[in-house]
């Protein structure tokens, strides 16, 4: 048997290897040139973070071009459906090179404002190599949480299906250069952390994952309930640190960077987040954002208090990284935060390979995983179909992805929480007969 697992850690490490080529060929690709000698990458959210932080280099905000306030090639606001940019009236074609910018949050242009020294290519084969590293820490992490729950051997294997369970998302974060690879890896850092009493590496840590608030936001939800207060100020304090020298050069207060981020973006929340995109349909638009948060923290709240007072934080924080999914962002590259949910189950499943409710939770875990929905879209534009191909349909898909993950994740709460008030229900007569 044991030759067997040996082997099966074996193929878990294989399949692992081809994934990384297969996303190392991913990444060179857009590595390519015009017919007029032209570079033409690399991915767009890279690309839009570089270019802000070289319009803020001239010592103007980004979020002052974004929003019309200020004309300055060879830049020009990003906005949602950027393919219309192009034909824009207001905005008509330059000659020449052009920079998409949009606005973001300050801390994340002082942490990449190194890479913005280098030839783009360099930084983005740089940032590349970052987010391989990123997916070897989640690995490690998903490796000892498995062998710490199902055994040693079955550590690499857990860890191992947990990423490949995430390989649409993380084929997209390499696409486009997004940095949900990054927030994940930092918060599964976080639980580490928080695992070993480190709180104020944790709030370091959750400070990294704050480069995409709408993402990283949601770990305030359990934090505050396990009164977690000291994480939370160093991470807030380390946000505020590192937005001074974005703030610096670009002649703007931390303050009035850190307000324009969520009103540059809001309309990504309309399209993006399941949750606001739901509630558009029944209350008016302008409030379905915020109503979405609240919901979105509610469910969050309510699935992690079903856990009750588990140790473990990797556990804690599923609930978070699940939610955060739906009540914000739904595009399909922002899914990678489903690796916490997959590395829980299938660890569980290692554990508990006879449980009937976790073989049934596979099924449509499964069917999330292959992207059914997104195949089926796919298919209907390949026959021509023009609804297909709209954008809201496009959302509509990643939507339905992320509301069938938030029923997932609650279900595996209940079961987690239940099985643990049965194993607690099942040591206190033990226990009592040991005192007496």
């Not at 399949?15 to 996303?23: D, I, P, W």
């Not at 010592?59 to 949602?80: A, Q």
């Not at 349909?393 to 029923?407: A, C, I, P, Q, Y």
Request: charged share 15%.
């Amino acid at each position: 048997m044991s030759v067997v697992k040996r082997l099966a850690s074996i193929a878990a490490f294989a399949l692992l290897a081809a994934y990384a080529v297969f996303l190392v060929v991913t990444a060179v690709s857009p590595l390519r040139f015009e017919s007029d000698g032209r570079w033409f990458g690399p991915p767009c959210d890279f690309s839009l973070r570089m270019s802000e932080i070289k319009c803020l280099k001239t010592g103007t905000d980004p979020f002052d071009v974004w929003h019309g306030d200020v004309r300055l090639k060879p830049f020009r606001p990003n906005f949602v459906g950027t393919a219309d940019n192009l034909a824009d009236e207001e905005y008509p074609r330059e000659e020449g090179y052009v920079e998409f910018v949009n606005a973001y949050v300050p801390w994340e242009y002082t942490a990449m404002l190194p890479l913005s020294f280098l030839p783009r290519r360099v930084a983005w084969a740089m940032y590349f190599v970052f987010m391989l590293a990123c997916l070897a820490v989640l690995f490690e992490i998903g490796r000892r949480h498995g062998g710490r729950i199902a055994g040693a051997c079955a550590g690499a294997i857990v860890g191992a299906t947990a990423i490949l369970a995430a390989w649409y998302p993380a084929w997209s974060n390499v696409c486009i250069g997004n940095f949900s690879v990054v927030v994940v890896a930092a918060a599964a850092l976080m639980a580490v952390c928080l695992d070993r009493g480190r709180d104020v590496l944790a709030g370091i840590c959750w400070a990294v994952a704050m480069l995409k608030p709408q993402l990283g936001l949601a770990f305030a939800v359990p934090l505050l309930m396990r009164r977690k207060f000291l994480t939370c100020a160093v991470a807030a304090g380390t946000c505020l640190f590192a937005s001074v020298p974005a703030a610096a050069i670009g002649h703007a207060s931390v303050l009035k960077m850190i307000l324009e981020a969520p009103s540059a973006n809001t309309a990504y929340f309309h399209g993006c987040g399941t949750m606001p995109y739901a509630l558009a349909a029944l209350i008016p638009r302008e409030t379905s954002v915020l109503a979405g948060l609240v919901l979105g923290a509610l469910c969050c709240f309510f699935m992690t208090r079903s856990l009750g007072r588990r140790r473990d934080w990797l556990v804690y924080l599923m609930p978070a990284a699940v939610c955060a999914m739906s009540w914000t962002y739904a595009s399909s590259y922002g899914h990678f935060a489903g690796w916490f949910f997959f590395l829980i189950l299938f660890a569980e499943l290692a554990k508990n390979p006879k449980s009937r409710f976790l073989r049934i939770l596979l099924i449509p875990s499964l069917l999330s995983v292959s992207r059914i929905s997104l195949l089926v879209q796919r298919v209907a534009v390949a026959f021509g179909s023009r609804f297909a191909a709209s954008e809201t349909v496009g959302w509509n898909v990643d939507s339905f992805n992320s509301m069938l993950d938030l029923v997932l994740a609650a279900a595996l709460c209940w079961w987690l929480g239940r099985n643990q008030a049965e194993s607690i229900g099942a040591e206190n007569p033990s226990s009592a007969r040991t005192r007496s």
